[in-house]
């Protein structure tokens, strides 16, 4: 197959906003919700589960199911990732998708311990998949000038599933309100309900242009491009659109494997994977540490009913979410480097300043989750910066591996780690043994922020060609056929 000359990254970059994305967005953005709903679900009705009139389960094997779903959502994002960079975006977003609605909606008709723990394994493995389909598919078809807010605000969504999650876990858990034989299962039903109600949206999204150009399907891209293209021009009442900038030569016959990921990560990159995995693991410690744990604290510090957890992880939750909303459209109007150095190193000393006030015994369950609140508000938007950081800093050809390996080593790295740790610092009782763990949290983030400021690369409304040249891509002088 001869060379091509082909300027559709350059059209999907000068596209102005119309109602079209809004499509993209609301179709994608559902992955973080459903995460947040999943996540909270469970930690609020755990005590439900040991419940008899429940699954019976003890409180160890509650932990299990959590581990068995952030396993599952490693593996599936390494499996799903590979899948998603071979044989494209949409199919791959559409077949996560039913993996999770099959999975929530058999964990909400679990009979025993063996079937719920299998059951949140398959409902992580869908959501892990989800996180290297989306976030490769929004970065490839949302303009550069608006990529950074739009990815902050989708993965800063997760929150918003929270907030339903802890919302209806005080609703289904009371007694007065439905039978409690029931109640923790239609709780699981809630994220089936919404997903089913996003599959048309996303059957409606098209392929990756810049995927199809680079797995050997050019007419396939620009037909692609055609359209969204008319659809744009049909959402502004318009007939043309501007010129696009610039192109770029394209080898359809190059074939890609999982050597390209390792040396393409490893010896072309290997900066940008340090800093991508700095991030990653600083801020999923930071997150599973206070989060996961957040309900430990409050009971067992300040005596806090079990039941009235999720009214403390309302406020805890609006505050992750309106940190990515309210700081988002700085990452593109001031700049990646310093906005992500920012948000690291704000929330690390905050953090820091909320150990040193709980150590003291300056804090109550109001004023402790107050303190959280403005810790995450910038936590929040530079957790989701680090998901952003890996998807537009490598090749189109590896950008769902690379996400799925840096999530991955991120997640067991820092995640993993972090709820055990905090556990095990809570039981003891000793605000100075929490205060400890609270110090190595805001470490964490502030050596992620100097690493950021040291080695970040600055992709601020640039093309994602410009940020990390695709592998397909022939040096300028190479012969091409217009595609055009």
Not at 132 to 147: C, F, G, K, Y
Request: glycine share 10%; aromatic share 12%.
């Amino acid at each position: 197959m001869a060379a091509l000359r082909t300027d559709i990254p350059q059209r999907l970059d000068r596209l102005p906003w119309t109602a079209w994305h809004w499509t993209v967005v609301s179709a994608l953005g559902v992955t973080w919700i459903l995460d947040g709903l999943e996540v909270t679900i469970v930690g609020s009705i755990g005590a439900r589960l040991q419940d008899p009139v429940a699954l019976g389960l003890s409180a160890y094997q509650v932990g299990l199911t959590a581990t068995a779903y952030l396993v599952g959502a490693v593996v599936g994002s390494l499996v799903f990732g590979y899948l998603t960079d071979r044989y494209g975006r949409k199919k791959l977003f559409l077949v996560t998708l039913a993996v999770y609605v099959a999975a929530t909606l058999l964990t909400a008709a679990s009979w025993s311990f063996e079937s719920f723990v299998v059951f949140r394994f398959l409902t992580g493995l869908g959501i892990g998949g989800e996180y290297s389909a989306i976030n490769s598919t929004i970065d490839e078809l949302i303009p550069a000038r608006r990529r950074g807010y739009v990815d902050l605000a989708i993965n800063g969504s997760y929150w918003f599933g929270a907030i339903l999650g802890s919302g209806a876990s005080i609703v289904l858990l009371d007694p007065k309100t439905i039978d409690q034989h029931v109640g923790w299962r239609v709780a699981f039903g809630i994220g089936a309900v919404i997903a089913i109600a996003i599959v048309y949206l996303r059957n409606t999204l098209p392929e990756s242009p810049r995927w199809l150009l680079t797995h050997g399907r050019a007419e396939e891209a620009e037909r692609v491009m055609g359209e969204i293209e008319d659809r744009v021009m049909r959402d502004l009442g318009e007939w043309s659109l501007v010129d696009p900038d610039g192109a770029m030569t394209i080898d359809p016959a190059r074939r890609h494997t999982l050597l390209d990921v390792w040396k393409t990560m490893i010896a072309t990159y290997p900066q940008r994977t340090f800093v991508a995995l700095t991030l990653m693991i600083s801020q999923a410690f930071l997150y599973n540490a206070i989060f996961f744990t957040e309900a430990l604290v409050l009971t067992a510090f300040f005596r806090v009913p079990a039941q009235s957890v999720g009214y403390y992880i309302f406020p805890f939750a609006l505050g992750n979410l309106l940190g990515p909303l309210v700081l988002g459209h700085f990452f593109d109007a001031v700049g990646r480097k310093p906005m992500i150095a920012a948000t690291y190193a704000i929330s690390g000393v905050l953090l820091l300043g909320t150990g040193v006030l709980f150590v003291r015994g300056l804090l109550d369950a109001v004023t402790i989750t107050l303190c959280w609140c403005v810790v995450f508000f910038f936590a929040s938007a530079g957790a989701s910066s680090a998901y952003l950081t890996v998807s537009e800093t490598f090749p189109v050809e590896i950008r769902a591996m690379a996400i799925a390996l840096v999530y991955s080593i991120g997640t067991f790295a820092g995640g993993a780690l972090a709820p055990a740790l905090f556990g095990a610092l809570i039981a003891t009782r000793s605000p100075e043994r929490v205060f400890d763990g609270y110090v190595v949290g805001a470490l964490a983030m502030l050596v992620a922020a100097i690493v950021e400021l040291r080695y970040g690369i600055e992709a601020a409304r640039r093309k994602l060609e410009d940020i990390a040249v695709p592998l397909s891509v022939l040096p300028p002088t190479a012969p091409a056929a217009g595609m055009r």
